[in-house]
């Protein structure tokens, strides 16, 4: 059975860093675009990072100079490297791949949860002020 596993979350203090990972299994995932989402308690899940398979990358506007994301595709692994945390980055964090598309993350459609279909059962990240 095709599967994403994420680890990595935990608790931590604003300032502070985690770096989480995305491990594939039973797939390849050089070929597709693989991002990042999270869903917040009482809201709606959130794009937060998208890697193409060239290696580019796009963020949320809400992200875009903390978090970092890559990917080894060797190692069938994708990381986001989150620094300078806040406690609105508290959430539940998944990722997920898209393996019908064409490997990039289309600037008018990465954020769009139908766009994934495979998904991971998420790591909870905690801000703690």
């Known amino acids: 059975q095709v599967q994403l596993v994420e680890s990595g979350g935990g608790l931590v203090q604003s300032g502070g860093s985690l770096r989480l990972s995305c491990a594939a299994s039973?797939?390849?995932?050089?070929?597709?675009?693989i991002a990042w989402f999270r869903q917040a308690p009482g809201k709606e899940r959130e794009a937060v990072s998208c890697?193409?398979?060239?290696?580019?990358?796009i963020y949320a506007d809400s992200v875009k100079g903390r978090f970092t994301i890559s990917r080894d595709n060797a190692e069938n692994m994708v990381y986001l490297q989150m620094n300078s945390l806040k406690m609105e980055d508290t959430a539940v964090y998944y990722c997920a791949s898209d393996t019908h598309g064409s490997g990039h993350c289309p600037l008018g459609g990465w954020r769009l949860n139908a766009r994934y279909d495979k998904w991971g059962q998420g790591t909870q990240v905690t801000v703690s002020s």
């Open positions: 890697s193409g398979r060239d290696g580019s990358s």
């Open positions: 039973r797939f390849a995932i050089g070929p597709w675009a």
